[in-house]
């Protein structure tokens, strides 16, 4: 198997002389990046309050999303409970006598009134 080998190559990759030798060979662009430090770790600083700010709105987003999904549910159940009111009603004899006697402009309003304020957004 290869587990001799992995445990060989691990253990000479993490071991103290090859994170030594690393150090020494990087040694001359870290001490070239060490003044520019305190610029960026304010910078790092800055960057996590952005960060936080965003998150803050991405997540008011979302509930507002969520907000909106609920009301669009709820609406369309309504819709559908008025259109399942409406298959009954127009089987049931008396309903529909009802219906064709009464004056179509006030049921029409009284329709739109419903809608305008079950589905208004």
């Known amino acids: 198997t290869a587990l ?7 253990a000479k990759r993490l071991s103290p002389i090859t994170l030594l030798r ?3 060979d990087n040694l001359p662009d870290l001490l070239e990046e060490l003044p520019n430090l305190p610029q960026l770790l304010a910078s790092a600083g800055s960057q996590g309050k952005q960060l936080a ?11 507002a999303q ?3 999904q609920a009301q669009s549910r709820r609406s369309d159940r309504l819709l ?3 259109v399942a009111a409406a298959a009954l009603a127009s089987t049931n004899p008396a309903a529909r ?7 179509s ?3 029409l309003g009284a329709v ?8 208004r957004r």
């Open 105 to 107: 402009l006030p049921i």
């Open 112 to 119: 739109i009134v419903v809608a305008f304020l079950c589905f």
């Open 53 to 63: 700010a965003i998150n803050a709105t991405l997540r008011e987003q979302q509930e």
């Open 4 to 10: 001799p080998f992995l445990e060989r190559w691990n």
């Open 80 to 82: 559908a409970a008025l």
């Open 22 to 24: 690393k150090l020494r």
């Open 97 to 103: 006598e009802a219906v064709t006697s009464t004056p």
């Open 66 to 68: 969520a907000l909106r």
